[in-house]
């Protein structure tokens, strides 16, 4: 929300010195009624067309900023045929909603990489999630290996173990 504001203060910014500019050369009192105006109705919509896009997926062509993220953990995903694939994906601390163009292959892929991270207790990953590519060579989509699991009890050289000991006999 702190980019939408600065981003906004730029805007309305420039518009204002635009505005000015304007009206310094603008002589006549009907013309600069209607830069005045036109410049009052600019500003509450150049600052709610982008709030009013808070809360919808964001083409990945559009993700400029974070172009270089090299892996993001796939939160949800949702796939509307023949429409797009929307992807909530995390890689620093705020998850975003992403868009993808709709792709057979690529939904088969992420399918079959989900399907994996859930046999696994894991999460499903996507590499480059906003870098166009036509590299097929290695999947987007994968799933982290299953997690080590805990040595068992008494396998230290140091640990005996248990041992048995028999109620009738002495050691």
Same mark, same amino acid.
């Given at each position: 929300?702190?980019?939408?504001?600065? !981003? &906004?203060?730029?805007? +309305?910014?420039?518009?204002?010195?635009?505005?000015?500019?304007?009206?310094?050369?603008?002589?006549?009192g009907? +013309? =600069?009624?209607?830069?005045v105006?036109?410049? +009052?109705?600019?500003?509450? %919509?150049a600052?709610? #067309?982008?709030a009013?896009? !808070?809360?919808?997926?964001?083409p990945v062509?559009?993700e400029?900023?974070?172009?270089?993220?090299? /892996?993001?953990?796939?939160l949800? #995903?949702?796939?509307? /045929? $023949?429409? +797009?694939i929307y992807?909530?994906?995390?890689?620093?601390?705020? *998850?975003?909603?992403?868009k993808? *163009?709709?792709?057979?292959?690529? #939904?088969?892929? !992420? @399918?079959? #990489?989900?399907?994996?991270?859930? =046999?696994?207790?894991?999460?499903?990953?996507?590499?480059?999630?906003?870098?166009?590519?036509?590299?097929? @060579? /290695?999947?987007?989509?994968? %799933?982290?290996p @299953?997690?080590? !699991?805990?040595?068992? *009890?008494?396998?230290?050289? @140091?640990?005996? $173990?248990?041992? &048995? /000991?028999?109620? $009738?006999?002495?050691?």
């Amino acid at each position: 929300m702190l980019e939408l504001t600065y !981003l &906004f203060v730029f805007v +309305a910014t420039v518009s204002l010195l635009l505005v000015l500019v304007a009206l310094r050369w603008t002589r006549g009192g009907l +013309a =600069r009624i209607t830069i005045v105006g036109l410049f +009052a109705i600019m500003l509450p %919509a150049a600052y709610a #067309a982008p709030a009013s896009l !808070l809360g919808k997926a964001k083409p990945v062509t559009l993700e400029w900023l974070n172009g270089a993220v090299q /892996e993001a953990s796939i939160l949800s #995903a949702t796939m509307v /045929e $023949g429409e +797009a694939i929307y992807l909530t994906l995390l890689w620093q601390s705020a *998850p975003g909603l992403y868009k993808l *163009p709709w792709d057979r292959d690529t #939904a088969e892929e !992420l @399918q079959s #990489a989900m399907r994996d991270a859930e =046999r696994n207790g894991t999460s499903p990953m996507m590499r480059l999630p906003f870098e166009q590519t036509w590299d097929r @060579q /290695e999947p987007r989509f994968y %799933a982290l290996p @299953q997690p080590k !699991l805990p040595d068992k *009890p008494g396998m230290d050289r @140091q640990d005996p $173990g248990l041992r &048995f /000991e028999h109620p $009738g006999r002495s050691a």
